[in-house]
């Protein structure tokens, strides 16, 4: 089994506006091995990445994505909520972002961000883009929809899919299998060492969603997940470097 990867949560957004191109860079910068993003569609049906079905946490303006145009959404500054540094920095769309992974050699993990807010056709929109710039050996498509999960499975039945949760569930690599799932991306409180093992003897990849204290990185960099995702880059890197897997977990 290969070393754990580092896929940049929102791009680097313990040091950079999440989900904007400088998080992005900064992340590949650093030497991450992937990133994470979220995706909502605009009114005129363009793929952009952003969080929230809302502008208003990111750029201070109100209104949906859902019911601006990509013109609309460009026009915001997604950037100087967190420093002057980043003023103007606009909300990027899934081609930008495509683009730098596949020119970095960058894994991509997209996360449908439908589970609110309903977007017909979203699951062929990102299919499409992700054709369109090569990059379907190296894309995870996750979701907390597992409908959405399933859709895209019956599209496209090899593409990695992974489910998004949040609960303690029993022996999730069962469920991952009725819905059709790859890989498994829990939240990190809820990930004990038996699931790690079952998820892992049933071939399915568990890659934990947002782990930023170092004792936690440091437990599940033993167990030998496939990736872990993280706010924190750098610190997730050093951890890799000085954390050797006791074994007692493996595909």
Not at 117 to 139: K, N, S, W
Request: net charge negative; with cysteine.
């Amino acid at each position: 089994m290969g070393q754990t990867k580092v896929l940049a949560h929102r791009g680097y957004s313990a040091k950079a506006p999440e989900n904007t191109m400088a998080a992005f860079r900064l992340a590949a910068e650093a030497g991450a091995d992937g990133l994470e993003l979220d995706v909502h569609l605009s009114k005129d049906g363009e793929v952009v990445v952003i969080h929230d079905e809302t502008v208003k946490r990111t750029t201070g303006k109100k209104g949906k994505v859902t019911n601006l145009t990509l013109e609309e959404i460009r026009r915001l500054d997604a950037g100087s909520w967190l420093h002057d540094h980043f003023a103007g920095e606009p909300i990027p769309t899934l081609d930008e972002v495509l683009s730098l992974t596949a020119d970095k050699g960058l894994w991509i993990n997209i996360e449908l961000k439908n589970n609110k807010i309903r977007y017909p056709g979203l699951e062929q929109a990102v299919l499409e883009r992700v054709d369109r710039y090569g990059m379907a050996e190296r894309t995870i498509i996750s979701s907390f929809n597992h409908y959405s999960l399933r859709t895209i499975h019956e599209l496209r039945p090899e593409m990695d899919t992974a489910i998004l949760y949040m609960a303690d569930l029993f022996e999730p690599w069962q469920y991952a299998r009725h819905v059709g799932v790859s890989s498994l991306h829990p939240y990190w409180p809820t990930v004990r060492e038996e699931t790690v093992y079952g998820c892992q003897q049933a071939g399915l990849p568990v890659r934990p969603f947002t782990v930023n204290r170092q004792q936690e990185m440091r437990r599940l960099l033993q167990l030998s997940v496939e990736a872990i995702i993280t706010d924190h880059v750098t610190v997730l890197l050093e951890e890799r470097r000085a954390t050797v897997p006791d074994g007692a977990a493996c595909e």
